[in-house]
């Protein structure tokens, strides 16, 4: 049995604040669960039985799961008095906690301190509830929820009002719930618990997640990373916009990093959407069909009017979804149903449908580099039984319909395609969300499941701070290329390791102290002979040391870094050089530890790489090479001492290989680091 | 009476190729039409009428509008006396013209020879015609567009397949149709006849317009300026990615440059979106609801529940659009009728709502910071009746609802607020995209009619090629500010020049037969000595003369020119300078001449803008000052004899102004230059 058994799947249940008064919130509760078939008993003094207990010694059961409808202040001690009566979950819905002060946070803490002492897992507090439509189970206080129809998809939101908000628009789609949960402030049930609790769910089709806030940023993508295995997971993220103030204000939590938490939910095998309105799409869609796993689906296209499948095809390739010329065979097959008046290499427009339009499908969908068909199709029931063609069709790929028409025609064909398990949409746009979400949940599985790379760690005794020598020092014993480099003392040295290196040669301060030398003139560059040297040191400010090194020809750069995230712990980013790309955030993000294909994935990320696969004459960089370094910084932070290290800037040379310029490595205080290594 | 009544409000009407046979297009097109109010004559020889003529003779009145659906190659002929019939206006569906080939490029050539011969003025060919509502006028081979209702909003799409979709879509909204059309090939009638016809048309709402290409790209952008003075008008421009051939092969024409087109089409005041979902929420929301004219219109956002109002928010704030602090006076007002567990400072939070809910949104619309009120609630008829509560209130602003639920419930209750005038939206970011686009036409309206600013154009008698040095003296003539320099024969002219300089000097070729400079070597930079000089020269490849200029100090660049675009003729660019930001596309583009206030917002329309607003410790760009320079080159741009000026890079100095440090002028091979000029 499942350990949330008890609260997603109750055989009985107890209200507390039970009433028949409207407008109150246990009235509300009290309707939503008039039609659960096990045993519901009222608690409110003076109307109902005055306490669990009471009714637990008159009914002679006692309820698996306690509903609390009363105020924050009273709700620790009735709950701590239910899990003495036999209650072992429980849902608390009242606000008035950790969100709103000092007050409710001492309220909240109480609550934690039942959920420690008595193991009664509780969901909650200041959430709207769960819906479970198969067990009949509405456990909210908007009654209306009752007639949700029961389905494959599973939503698992933040907020309350959010869960409500997807399971209706999902309904309104034709998609059915298998769980609707509305996580509220996370005192003891977190994303990651219900995740979890999903994962043992045979009903199961698909999971539509949204994230305000991770706790246990690694417990939750480790249970995506589970579930993805058997279902699909599409993922939005609140906080793209600075709302951190209304964020903390809704949960009490802190809103998480946006960029991070998405890099970390894809990483897990997510597929991530920007809007709720997408998020119902890519969920319909998966909840009915997945696609073989592979990187680089391609779509076919079907489409009866050309406009339509124009802003389709255009939403697709924007997305970066394939959408290949069709093969010789398949071209000459469509020349043999379809008169010659339209565009047929893909999409394939067939103009006004008529009855040759299955035979159409199922030739573009035999293509051998089409993995799903995509067909739009506006009803013109004069010319064709659209619903009855697709369902006729035996396609050798799964299909995706979108459908326009009168509003209320076009609905009805919708369920009927959804009841013979085709997603379908309303829109062109729509459509593409679909389809994009089918091809990244197929390229997300393509690269599961694979072995971390694991580096032997250097034995290197460091102590705080690392000055950008050893720093260097630590980077090539990973392998990573480093330019030649002498430290001197003074002047006289730095003569002497101009006329061993030869020029030209660049000249730094080397003072752990200044993390920023050239905003303070540190760095003399282009160092050809003893007069240049004489000249850069008279404007070098004073240090402790100096560096002389090589000076690296021109070439494309990187920046390349490990750091701790608060919530998920080291992250490797990669991203391009430069003032631009860094106002932009041209960055890329992975949870460390990486594997090699997570590594060499890095670059594609980036929206100017280009620049660094030979753009402008300058050298393609070494993939591999540049993968080398990311997992050198992966393998960096998995070392509990180190707090961050950034490789800035990371220079492609004329041979692809690629050289740290400048890297800061930054240790922790405290090297015990246990609490997110 | 409108050069386009004959064709939209047809008193009498004749089918081409009408029949009874089920599954033909003239079988469709009948049935269509049986709701028109005037006669309609059906020619079909052997069935019906054998011709026009004949049909007239028959019922002694001659058709106002055409409508053929027979073949491509029989068209013209029949067009030809039916215009000798006494027929004004024609609609033609059949495809099988210029986008399938040879054959059919001859049968539209031969189309556009009865348009000019007979003056009948021409919709389509290879379009599913329009829908006139309010006049029973279903002109297209869709017979259920019959039952879409009367309403504001016209819809102008390249397509007649996204006519319909998006005037389905809009019925679903709850949203009415004035007039549908569908463009196809354009032979006669474009996008900006349409357009002009709508502006005299009091009936008129908004306009929802769809392009794929615009062969008269002035025309199109004045009909969309003088519309928006009327009614709102939102785009969505086709082209994003390449789609070139599909594109080609729908409408016989080329795809316009996306970017291009959405530049001219702001510029001229049209709202843009993304995609056709997008311009259904925005058109929805504009067809009930203008704002007032100004810049950066205030969100104040009330919401019923927090997670779906973080949403809100987030969507809002990342497309751009403030959702202000609100005033104390409104805090404390809100304090008198809201508990105060709940965020309450915009958004605010009501938590569950109450019967205050209508005071809570008065309160907040009459914030002197806010110009639209935006609600997000779910329904919960238990603890409020929410389309009473947005009906009672009496607020300052306009309202925008977002109105979640179970579906049927919430189509009622948005159709019933639609009704009372109160744009409504399914999800929180239907609802962001409608309040963006109240916003932004508030915002394009406060910018428009402001007057050009005519800059005297100097004389100059210049003969092709332009190199470098007179490129710089053109634009020093407009008050662009350029380097010293002195144009040298030989190494002894430039070490003269350098003495006279004082150093340091860049030293360059002059050739203006080579573009790049930079990339044979031609250009040293940081010469001071004598020695430096003679070691540049020396590196130089061979050239005509030389350029020997002052060396400015270093500063953030930009890349600023002018170019003549083929369908929109001059438009300038203004960018920022490396190559991150060039392979990122961060450009802003505006049709020449500009206004001052153009010119001013260019840099704004930046992502990288903070760059140059004294980024990391950078002087601020002195805005007076580039805009200077980009009316400079918008008067270029207006000289006939010019095809192209390019300032790359345009650098800021230390003292805010900008230098060209580079220019290149190119002259038009036709100087007389009146196809585009």
């Known amino acids: ?286 909840g009915r069909v997945r696609l073989p796993a592979r990187p680089g689906s391609g779509v076919g296209l079907v489409t009866a009017q050309a406009g339509p499948g124009l802003l389709l095809t255009d939403a697709l390739r924007t997305a970066g979804v394939r959408v290949p010329p069709l093969s010789e065979r398949t071209v000459k097959e469509l020349g043999d149903v379809l008169p010659d008046l339209t565009y047929q290499r893909n999409p394939v427009d067939t103009g006004r449908p008529s009855p040759t339009f299955t035979q159409v499908i199922e030739h573009v969908s035999e293509d051998p580099d089409v993995d799903v068909t995509a067909v739009y199709a506006l009803l013109e029931p004069a010319a064709l039984d659209l619903p009855a063609a697709l369902q006729a069709a035996r396609p050798a790929t799964p299909l995706v319909a979108v459908v326009g028409g009168p509003p209320e025609q076009a609905r009805r064909a919708r369920a009927e395609l959804g009841a013979a398990g085709i997603p379908c949409a309303t829109t062109p746009a729509a459509g593409a969300t679909m389809v994009r979400a089918l091809a990244e949940d197929a390229a997300n599985r393509s690269r599961l499941g694979e072995d971390i790379v694991s580096t032997t760690w250097p034995a290197l005794a460091l102590s705080d701070p690392v000055d950008e020598h050893t720093a260097k020092n630590v980077l090539a014993g990973f392998g990573v290329r480093t330019p030649v480099r002498r430290v001197c003392a003074g002047r006289e040295a730095a003569h002497a390791a101009l006329d061993e290196l030869g020029g030209p040669v660049v000249v730094k301060i080397l003072d752990p102290g200044v993390l920023h030398k050239t905003e303070v003139g540190g760095v003399q560059v282009g160092v050809r002979t003893h007069d240049d040297l004489d000249a850069a040191l008279d404007r070098l400010p004073a240090s402790p040391a100096l560096l002389v090194e090589h000076m690296a020809p021109a070439g494309p750069e990187l920046i390349a870094g490990v750091r701790r995230d608060p919530v998920f712990g080291p992250v490797v980013a990669l991203g391009a050089g430069g003032t631009a790309a860094e106002t932009l955030g041209d960055v890329s993000l992975r949870l460390a530890p990486l594997t090699a294909n997570e590594a060499d994935a890095m670059l594609d990320d980036l929206a100017t790489r280009a620049l660094f696969q030979g753009a402008r004459g300058a050298a393609p960089v070494d993939r591999a090479r540049l993968a080398h370094v990311l997992l050198a910084l992966s393998s960096l932070g998995a070392d509990p001492g180190v707090a961050e290290c950034e490789i800035n800037p990371l220079r492609v040379l004329p041979d692809g290989d690629v050289v740290a310029l400048d890297a800061v490595l930054l240790l922790r205080d405290d090297q015990g680091g246990s609490d997110d290594a």
């Open 1 to 286: 049995m499942n350990a949330l058994d008890p609260l997603f799947a109750p055989r009985s249940i107890a209200i507390l604040g039970a009433s028949d008064v409207p407008g109150k919130l246990g009235t509300a509760m009290t309707a939503s669960l008039d039609r659960f078939p096990g045993p519901v008993m009222k608690i409110n003094p003076g109307r109902f039985f005055p306490t669990v207990a009471a009714a637990v010694a008159a009914e002679g059961i006692a309820p698996d799961l306690v509903i609390s409808c009363i105020p924050a202040a009273m709700t620790a001690d009735a709950l701590r008095a239910a899990a003495a009566a036999g209650a072992r979950a429980a849902l608390v819905c009242a606000g008035g906690f950790a969100e709103s002060g000092a007050e409710g946070t001492a309220h909240q803490q109480a609550l934690s301190a039942v959920v420690r002492d008595t193991g009664i897992r509780l969901l909650g507090p200041n959430t709207s509830g769960f819906i479970a439509p198969h067990a009949s189970l509405t456990a909210t206080f908007v009654p209306d929820a009752r007639d949700l129809e029961a389905g494959p998809v599973a939503v698992v939101a933040a907020s309350g009002g959010v869960n409500h908000a997807l399971a209706f628009a999902l309904a309104d789609a034709g998609v059915g719930l298998r769980l609707g949960v509305g996580l509220g402030n996370s005192v003891d049930v977190t994303q990651a618990d219900v995740l979890d609790h999903l994962c043992g769910d045979d009903g199961l089709g698909a999971v539509a997640l949204h994230v305000e806030t991770a706790a246990d940023g690694r417990r939750l993508t480790a249970a995506v990373r589970r579930l993805v295995d058997r279902v699909p997971v599409v993922a939005v993220v609140v906080g793209r916009s600075d709302v951190g103030d209304f964020a903390r204000s809704h949960t009490g939590a802190l809103a998480t990093s946006w960029r991070v938490t998405r890099a970390a939910l894809r990483q897990a095998g997510a597929v991530l959407v920007d809007d709720e309105r997408e998020l119902v799409d890519a969920v319909s869609a998966l």
